[in-house]
């Protein structure tokens, strides 16, 4: 049914307990910035609102929450990257560590040392976040070539059952650029453009395998969400019944936030070390297959790009080939 084992998954989140707990601090420090701004915004809104009406209030209320809020959003907006370079890159490079057989610190003594070896392998965080964008492009693209192939089976309302999965299937590969990353620096590619295109064209290859296990994982993710989403309801309304004024809408919000909060946290990583043993099982002793890497840059403009900054930073190897084959 599925190529992983969730006890593998669950020891490695052991072995890696600080990154958890630092994710922990990270994520829901997020969620707890947001009911700030929001709680204070929507203070602001009712203090302004007490020189006119009930209704001028409430409206005022409600703006200044949704001013806190979105300026929080746009914070993290521009900070993103920073936190694919700390939080979940650095996860990833002491998970492949781990399951590389090799020996990781404890305590604060792993962050750092995960730090490191992103710096290595990727560099500045705006090029890692460069990096990050192109392969999720590239993903996309693999993704509807294997969606490209069941459509050509002829079943009457096939069109139909097809938009579902299509629809189910973008939401589960979401982790696979996060695998790729993985693969630069089991690898120890010295040029993570060329690692990177290498990684999808092994991916593209074994697209089957790949694409049944992160469906079996966006199912459980999403599912699990839900449920923390449910049990997040009560706190939540607790939240908003200490803001000002009428915000009814707030407890949704809320709840929304704390179950993003636990997804980002703790099971994403989970699903991350499932499907890293997928990946690394299905590609051990693998080369890069010709046909899929010139299918891929038949198929994908964002393949090439990441094609030519792979050829900027090396001139020759794999991706210089992949680029001269255009």
Not at 56 to 82: E, I, K, S
Not at 99 to 105: A, D, H, K, L, Y
Not at 167 to 186: N, P, S, T
Request: net charge neutral.
């Amino acid at each position: 049914m599925w190529d992983f084992s969730m006890t593998k998954a669950l020891g490695l989140m052991r072995r890696t307990a600080p990154f958890v707990l630092f994710r922990i601090a990270v994520y829901f420090g997020i969620s707890a910035a947001f009911i700030v701004a929001t709680g204070t915004g929507a203070g602001i809104g009712y203090g302004v609102g007490v020189a006119g009406t009930d209704e001028f209030q409430v409206n005022t209320t409600f703006w200044g929450g949704a001013v806190g809020f979105g300026l929080t959003a746009g914070v993290l907006f521009f900070v993103r990257d920073y936190i694919l370079y700390i939080v979940k890159a650095g996860h990833i490079a002491v998970m492949v560590e781990v399951m590389e057989g090799g020996t990781i610190p404890d305590g604060r003594g792993q962050i750092d040392h995960a730090r490191r070896i992103v710096a290595e392998r990727f560099g500045e965080a705006s090029a890692l976040f460069a990096l990050d964008q192109l392969i999720k492009g590239v993903v996309g693209a693999i993704t509807g070539l294997a969606q490209g192939l069941l459509t050509l089976l002829p079943i009457p309302g096939f069109d139909i059952v097809m938009g579902a999965v299509r629809a189910y299937l973008r939401v589960a590969v979401g982790l696979v650029d996060e695998v790729i990353l993985a693969h630069g620096i089991r690898t120890k590619a010295q040029n993570p453009w060329s690692g990177a295109q290498e990684a999808l064209v092994l991916y593209a290859q074994n697209a089957r395998p790949m694409l049944i296990n992160a469906a079996w994982l966006a199912l459980f993710s999403w599912g699990l969400s839900l449920v923390v989403f449910l049990v997040m309801l009560a706190p939540a309304a607790v939240v908003v019944y200490i803001l000002p004024g009428t915000w009814s809408a707030g407890g949704l919000v809320f709840a929304l936030l704390f179950a993003w909060a636990v997804k980002a946290a703790l099971i994403e990583p989970f699903a991350i070390a499932c499907l890293l043993q997928v990946f690394f099982r299905v590609t051990e002793g693998q080369e890069p297959n010709p046909e899929w890497q010139a299918r891929l840059s038949t198929a994908s403009d964002t393949f090439r790009r990441l094609g030519e900054r792979a050829l900027a930073s090396t001139g020759n190897g794999f991706a210089g080939q992949a680029l001269r084959a255009r």
